[in-house]
Protein backbone atom coordinates (compact mmCIF):
# COMPACT_ATOMS: atom_id res chain seq x y z
CA UNK A 1 0.00 0.00 0.00
CA UNK A 2 2.74 2.10 -0.07
CA UNK A 3 3.04 2.38 -3.63
CA UNK A 4 0.90 4.75 -5.50
CA UNK A 5 -1.35 4.61 -8.38
CA UNK A 6 1.83 6.14 -10.61
CA UNK A 7 3.75 2.97 -10.28
CA UNK A 8 1.30 1.78 -12.45
CA UNK A 9 3.54 0.05 -15.70
CA UNK A 10 2.90 0.98 -19.66
CA UNK A 11 -0.02 3.78 -19.10
CA UNK A 12 0.96 5.99 -22.04
CA UNK A 13 1.16 9.24 -20.63
CA UNK A 14 2.35 11.07 -23.70
CA UNK A 15 -1.53 9.85 -25.03
CA UNK A 16 -2.74 10.41 -21.92
CA UNK A 17 -1.36 14.12 -21.70
CA UNK A 18 -2.85 14.49 -25.25
CA UNK A 19 -6.25 13.54 -25.22
CA UNK A 20 -6.34 15.49 -21.47
CA UNK A 21 -5.47 18.34 -23.23
CA UNK A 22 -7.69 18.11 -26.44
CA UNK A 23 -10.26 17.76 -24.32
CA UNK A 24 -9.84 20.61 -21.85
CA UNK A 25 -9.45 22.60 -25.17
CA UNK A 26 -13.10 22.06 -26.20
CA UNK A 27 -16.14 22.85 -25.43
CA UNK A 28 -17.60 22.06 -21.55
CA UNK A 29 -20.77 20.51 -23.15
CA UNK A 30 -18.67 18.10 -25.43
CA UNK A 31 -15.66 16.82 -23.24
CA UNK A 32 -17.27 13.50 -21.60
CA UNK A 33 -18.13 12.16 -25.64
CA UNK A 34 -14.23 13.17 -27.04
CA UNK A 35 -13.43 10.67 -24.18
CA UNK A 36 -15.49 8.27 -24.90
CA UNK A 37 -14.49 8.26 -28.92
CA UNK A 38 -11.22 9.25 -28.45
CA UNK A 39 -10.80 6.55 -25.81
CA UNK A 40 -13.35 4.17 -26.74
CA UNK A 41 -11.01 1.33 -27.06
CA UNK A 42 -8.95 1.93 -24.03
CA UNK A 43 -10.55 1.46 -21.20
CA UNK A 44 -7.79 1.82 -18.73
CA UNK A 45 -6.60 4.90 -20.67
CA UNK A 46 -10.16 6.31 -20.56
CA UNK A 47 -10.45 6.14 -16.83
CA UNK A 48 -6.73 7.41 -16.25
CA UNK A 49 -7.96 10.78 -18.28
CA UNK A 50 -10.88 11.04 -16.59
CA UNK A 51 -9.48 11.17 -12.92
CA UNK A 52 -7.13 14.02 -14.74
CA UNK A 53 -9.75 15.77 -15.77
CA UNK A 54 -11.94 15.38 -12.57
CA UNK A 55 -8.75 16.38 -10.41
CA UNK A 56 -8.36 19.66 -12.89
CA UNK A 57 -11.95 20.63 -12.29
CA UNK A 58 -11.73 19.93 -8.69
CA UNK A 59 -8.80 22.44 -8.32
CA UNK A 60 -10.39 24.73 -11.23
CA UNK A 61 -12.94 25.95 -9.23
CA UNK A 62 -10.24 27.84 -6.70
CA UNK A 63 -9.15 29.63 -9.61
CA UNK A 64 -12.06 30.23 -11.53
CA UNK A 65 -15.59 29.62 -12.28
CA UNK A 66 -16.01 25.74 -12.56
CA UNK A 67 -16.68 25.40 -16.29
CA UNK A 68 -17.77 22.47 -17.15
CA UNK A 69 -20.15 19.79 -15.84
CA UNK A 70 -18.85 16.67 -14.42
CA UNK A 71 -19.50 13.68 -16.60
CA UNK A 72 -22.39 11.27 -16.11
CA UNK A 73 -20.27 8.24 -16.81
CA UNK A 74 -18.83 8.94 -13.46
CA UNK A 75 -22.03 7.97 -11.61
CA UNK A 76 -23.26 6.01 -14.39
CA UNK A 77 -21.03 4.76 -16.82
CA UNK A 78 -23.46 4.67 -19.95
CA UNK A 79 -23.55 2.37 -22.09
CA UNK B 1 14.85 45.41 0.12
CA UNK B 2 13.08 48.26 -0.89
CA UNK B 3 16.53 49.95 -2.37
CA UNK B 4 17.80 46.74 -3.74
CA UNK B 5 14.27 46.29 -5.30
CA UNK B 6 14.90 50.10 -6.89
CA UNK B 7 18.12 49.24 -8.31
CA UNK B 8 17.19 46.89 -10.75
CA UNK B 9 13.72 46.71 -11.73
CA UNK B 10 12.66 43.64 -13.43
CA UNK B 11 15.49 42.95 -16.18
CA UNK B 12 14.88 41.59 -19.54
CA UNK B 13 16.38 38.37 -20.15
CA UNK B 14 17.76 39.79 -22.85
CA UNK B 15 19.87 42.22 -20.58
CA UNK B 16 20.61 38.84 -17.94
CA UNK B 17 21.80 37.14 -20.77
CA UNK B 18 23.64 39.78 -22.06
CA UNK B 19 25.55 40.20 -18.86
CA UNK B 20 25.78 36.34 -18.18
CA UNK B 21 28.21 36.90 -21.71
CA UNK B 22 30.27 39.65 -20.29
CA UNK B 23 30.44 38.10 -17.40
CA UNK B 24 31.41 34.94 -18.83
CA UNK B 25 33.79 36.75 -20.91
CA UNK B 26 35.64 38.05 -17.21
CA UNK B 27 33.95 41.34 -16.81
CA UNK B 28 33.57 42.52 -13.03
CA UNK B 29 31.04 45.21 -13.80
CA UNK B 30 28.90 42.58 -15.42
CA UNK B 31 29.51 40.08 -12.93
CA UNK B 32 28.65 42.95 -10.39
CA UNK B 33 25.58 44.56 -11.72
CA UNK B 34 24.27 40.54 -11.91
CA UNK B 35 25.15 39.92 -8.78
CA UNK B 36 22.44 42.80 -8.21
CA UNK B 37 20.37 41.58 -10.29
CA UNK B 38 20.23 38.37 -8.96
CA UNK B 39 19.75 39.02 -5.09
CA UNK B 40 16.66 41.18 -6.46
CA UNK B 41 15.54 38.36 -8.22
CA UNK B 42 15.85 35.87 -5.76
CA UNK B 43 14.20 38.49 -3.33
CA UNK B 44 11.14 38.13 -5.30
CA UNK B 45 11.24 34.31 -5.29
CA UNK B 46 11.42 34.32 -1.56
CA UNK B 47 8.65 36.38 -0.79
CA UNK B 48 6.64 35.04 -3.54
CA UNK B 49 7.77 31.40 -1.98
CA UNK B 50 6.96 32.87 1.68
CA UNK B 51 3.69 33.11 1.11
CA UNK B 52 3.09 29.66 0.31
CA UNK B 53 5.42 28.53 3.40
CA UNK B 54 3.23 28.99 6.59
CA UNK B 55 3.78 32.31 8.46
CA UNK B 56 5.52 30.98 11.13
CA UNK B 57 8.24 33.34 10.96
CA UNK B 58 10.58 30.91 11.76
CA UNK B 59 12.06 31.70 8.01
CA UNK B 60 11.65 35.20 6.66
CA UNK B 61 12.14 36.25 3.61
CA UNK B 62 15.53 38.22 3.96
CA UNK B 63 17.00 35.53 5.37
CA UNK B 64 16.01 33.09 2.60
CA UNK B 65 17.34 35.25 0.07
CA UNK B 66 20.43 35.71 1.93
CA UNK B 67 21.10 32.13 2.20
CA UNK B 68 19.66 31.47 -1.70
CA UNK B 69 22.46 34.00 -2.91
CA UNK B 70 25.43 32.39 -0.34
CA UNK B 71 24.80 29.32 -2.34
CA UNK B 72 24.09 30.09 -5.81
CA UNK B 73 27.13 32.31 -5.48
CA UNK B 74 29.54 29.73 -3.83
CA UNK B 75 28.66 27.83 -6.63
CA UNK B 76 29.16 29.61 -9.38
CA UNK B 77 31.91 31.87 -8.04
CA UNK B 78 34.97 29.64 -7.88
CA UNK B 79 37.71 31.02 -9.06
CA UNK B 80 39.61 28.05 -9.95
CA UNK B 81 36.38 26.77 -11.60
CA UNK B 82 37.22 29.03 -14.05
CA UNK B 83 33.71 28.39 -16.23
CA UNK B 84 30.67 30.26 -15.56
CA UNK B 85 28.25 27.37 -14.84
CA UNK B 86 25.36 30.06 -15.77
CA UNK B 87 26.00 29.65 -19.54
CA UNK B 88 22.67 30.81 -20.60
CA UNK B 89 19.67 32.40 -18.72
CA UNK B 90 17.41 29.26 -18.59
CA UNK B 91 20.23 27.77 -16.47
CA UNK B 92 20.23 30.94 -14.55
CA UNK B 93 17.03 30.79 -12.94
CA UNK B 94 16.58 26.73 -13.11
CA UNK B 95 19.84 27.04 -10.51
CA UNK B 96 18.01 30.19 -8.86
CA UNK B 97 14.75 27.88 -8.28
CA UNK B 98 16.53 24.50 -7.63
CA UNK B 99 18.24 27.01 -4.95
CA UNK B 100 15.33 27.67 -3.43
CA UNK B 101 13.74 24.44 -3.49
CA UNK B 102 16.63 23.05 -1.70
CA UNK B 103 16.37 25.21 1.59
CA UNK B 104 12.26 25.20 1.47
CA UNK B 105 12.91 21.45 1.37
CA UNK B 106 15.55 20.95 4.63
CA UNK B 107 13.53 23.86 6.31
CA UNK B 108 10.20 21.33 5.86
CA UNK B 109 12.52 18.46 6.81
CA UNK B 110 13.68 20.34 9.72
CA UNK B 111 10.20 21.13 10.96
CA UNK B 112 8.27 18.07 9.71
CA UNK B 113 10.71 16.06 12.46
CA UNK B 114 10.13 18.45 15.23
CA UNK B 115 6.45 18.14 14.48
CA UNK B 116 6.71 14.49 14.79
CA UNK B 117 8.70 14.54 17.84
CA UNK B 118 6.03 16.19 19.20
CA UNK B 119 2.48 15.98 18.52
CA UNK B 120 1.19 12.89 16.34
CA UNK B 121 -0.50 14.76 13.99
CA UNK B 122 -1.21 11.77 11.77
CA UNK B 123 -4.09 14.39 10.10
CA UNK B 124 -4.60 15.24 6.74
CA UNK B 125 -1.55 14.73 4.10
CA UNK B 126 -3.23 15.96 1.26
CA UNK B 127 -1.72 18.96 -0.58
CA UNK B 128 -4.30 22.06 -1.20
CA UNK B 129 -2.53 22.23 -5.35
CA UNK B 130 -4.11 25.46 -5.48
CA UNK B 131 -1.74 27.25 -3.35
CA UNK B 132 1.07 27.02 -6.30
CA UNK B 133 -1.38 29.74 -7.99
CA UNK B 134 -3.57 30.90 -4.76
CA UNK B 135 -1.03 31.40 -2.43
CA UNK B 136 -2.49 30.16 1.06
CA UNK B 137 -0.47 27.65 3.47
CA UNK B 138 1.47 24.66 3.10
CA UNK B 139 2.68 22.39 6.28
CA UNK B 140 5.92 21.17 5.97
CA UNK B 141 4.90 17.16 5.39
CA UNK B 142 3.02 18.45 2.46
CA UNK B 143 5.66 20.43 1.35
CA UNK B 144 7.77 16.96 0.99
CA UNK B 145 4.34 15.51 -0.20
CA UNK B 146 4.66 17.31 -3.19
CA UNK B 147 8.41 17.47 -3.45
CA UNK B 148 8.38 14.12 -4.40
CA UNK B 149 5.09 13.99 -6.58
CA UNK B 150 7.06 16.58 -8.83
CA UNK B 151 10.22 14.16 -8.93
CA UNK B 152 7.82 10.95 -9.83
CA UNK B 153 6.21 13.25 -12.61
CA UNK B 154 9.67 13.80 -13.88
CA UNK B 155 9.36 10.54 -15.33
CA UNK B 156 6.12 11.21 -17.05
CA UNK B 157 6.48 14.93 -18.46
CA UNK B 158 9.71 16.23 -18.15
CA UNK B 159 8.99 19.19 -19.25
CA UNK B 160 5.79 19.61 -17.18
CA UNK B 161 7.65 18.69 -14.46
CA UNK B 162 10.43 21.66 -14.81
CA UNK B 163 7.74 24.16 -15.52
CA UNK B 164 6.17 23.27 -12.23
CA UNK B 165 9.27 23.61 -10.46
CA UNK B 166 9.96 27.04 -11.96
CA UNK B 167 6.74 28.40 -11.05
CA UNK B 168 6.44 26.51 -7.63
CA UNK B 169 10.15 27.01 -6.45
CA UNK B 170 11.06 29.63 -8.57
CA UNK B 171 7.98 31.69 -8.01
CA UNK B 172 8.09 32.68 -12.21
CA UNK B 173 5.18 33.72 -13.74
CA UNK B 174 3.62 31.66 -17.06
CA UNK B 175 5.24 34.34 -19.85
CA UNK B 176 8.93 34.02 -17.55
CA UNK B 177 8.76 30.36 -17.68
CA UNK B 178 7.61 30.56 -21.47
CA UNK B 179 10.63 32.52 -22.27
CA UNK B 180 12.65 30.74 -20.81
CA UNK B 181 12.23 27.46 -22.01
CA UNK B 182 12.01 28.97 -25.36
CA UNK B 183 8.27 27.85 -25.52
CA UNK B 184 4.69 29.58 -25.81
CA UNK B 185 3.03 30.58 -22.94
CA UNK B 186 0.26 27.92 -24.49
CA UNK B 187 2.33 25.11 -24.13
CA UNK B 188 3.54 26.42 -20.78
CA UNK B 189 -0.21 26.43 -19.91
CA UNK B 190 -1.44 22.99 -21.09
CA UNK B 191 1.66 21.94 -19.41
CA UNK B 192 0.96 23.44 -16.10
CA UNK B 193 -2.44 22.54 -16.16
CA UNK B 194 -2.12 18.52 -17.29
CA UNK B 195 1.04 18.28 -14.38
CA UNK B 196 -1.46 20.14 -11.26
CA UNK B 197 -4.20 17.45 -12.81
CA UNK B 198 -1.65 14.70 -12.37
CA UNK B 199 -0.04 16.41 -8.73
CA UNK B 200 -3.45 16.54 -7.34
CA UNK B 201 -4.23 12.66 -8.37
CA UNK B 202 -0.67 11.36 -7.89
CA UNK B 203 -1.39 12.89 -4.17
CA UNK B 204 -4.17 11.47 -3.36
CA UNK B 205 -6.17 14.72 -3.50
CA UNK B 206 -9.81 13.05 -4.34
CA UNK B 207 -9.55 10.26 -2.34
CA UNK B 208 -12.95 10.32 0.09
CA UNK B 209 -14.44 12.79 -2.21
CA UNK B 210 -16.45 12.08 -5.62
CA UNK B 211 -13.42 9.49 -6.30
CA UNK B 212 -15.39 7.66 -9.13
CA UNK B 213 -16.09 3.89 -8.05
CA UNK B 214 -14.60 2.12 -10.50
CA UNK B 215 -11.51 0.50 -9.95
CA UNK B 216 -8.43 2.98 -9.69
CA UNK B 217 -6.36 1.90 -12.49
CA UNK B 218 -3.65 0.24 -11.91
CA UNK B 219 -2.81 0.42 -7.65
CA UNK B 220 -0.58 -1.75 -6.57
Known sequence: ?79 | MADARAESQNPAPAEITQLLTESAAGSAMARDHLLRIVYVELHAMARSRMRDERADHTLSATALVNEAYMRLFRATGEPNGGSFLFANRRGFFTAAAATMRRILIDHARARASEKRGGDQRGGNRRVALDVLEAATSLDPEEILALDDAISRLEAVDERAASIVRLRFYGGLEIAHVASMLEVSDRTVKRDWEFARAWLREALGGWDGQEADEQDAPGHA
Open chain 1, 1 to 79: MSRTRQDMPEIDWTRAKQVFIDVMEAPAEQRCEIVERTLRHDQRLKQVVQRLLASHEAAADFLDEPESAQCPSKRSRPR
